[in-house]
């Protein structure tokens, strides 16, 4: 492999590289690939795991004409971080750490794309590459360390909602006391399902409606707020519910809730990028 690509004919060759580097990885992950769609089909938090590959996927067919007109530039230093995706996958298999060898698949295609294309190249790709880590399943360690304090935080949220309300509540770590029954936050209701989708809408919205980098920064950091807030309304709804019809507190009903709750989340996220525009564009106009 050359340090340098830039002749037609060396180019289609970099080009042929990228295609065999990426049959080789999808045969070689085929069974981590396959079991982390599993993971995407049965854990509703990793539902939006099937559309992470498939955005990152467009982004880069979407910068096709910029990438051919980047000079191909191949590196052995690629070929090590493949050899190090390699390494980690099996040891990570070898000691039953899911975490460390569906994570290690990104090191591989960073690699990949390092030592066939160039440093240029994985420069261009690399936010399409770290889409790829949300399609990642966080793990149990750090997913339970998250969700109860979630949970909590919910509850505390709803509790103080309901009793602005004047509806009587008494709140017991995450079991709201109602005069209708106990409603219990779930781990399921913690929220941590919400925050990661909207984290993840939030870059591929910024990266399409947004050029500033500042401004996607922000809105990337408003997301957990808003996730939050929006999770503590779900749950303020269905107490509310629940008073009036305590089957409206769960089966159907409960779920519908959350998706509506979740697609007035992307609005607030959409209408707080239009005041930070306006307020940028008066900054702007002051100065």
Known sequence: MSPAL?????ASFAYKELVVFGVLILLCYAPMIASMAG??????DMGHGFFVPVIAGYIVWQRREELRETPLRASWWGLLLVLWG?????????GVELFLSRSALLFTLAGAV?????TAWLKKLTFPLFLLCFMIPIPAVIFNSITFPLQLLASRLADGALTLLNVPVLRQGNILELPSGKLEV????S???SLLSLAFLSLVYGHFFEERRWLRAVLFLMTTPIAILSNGSRITLTGILAQVNPSLAEGFFHESTGWVIFLLALLLLVIFHRLLIRAAGLLEAKV
């Open 114 to 118: 390092w030592a066939a294309a160039g």
């Open 6 to 10: 830039e002749t037609p004919a060396k």
């Open 39 to 44: 993971v995407w089909v049965n854990d509703s």
């Open 86 to 94: 390699a390494a980690q996958c099996l040891l990570a298999t070898l």
């Open 191 to 193: 929220g941590i399902r």
């Open 186 to 189: 779930a781990e399921a209701c």
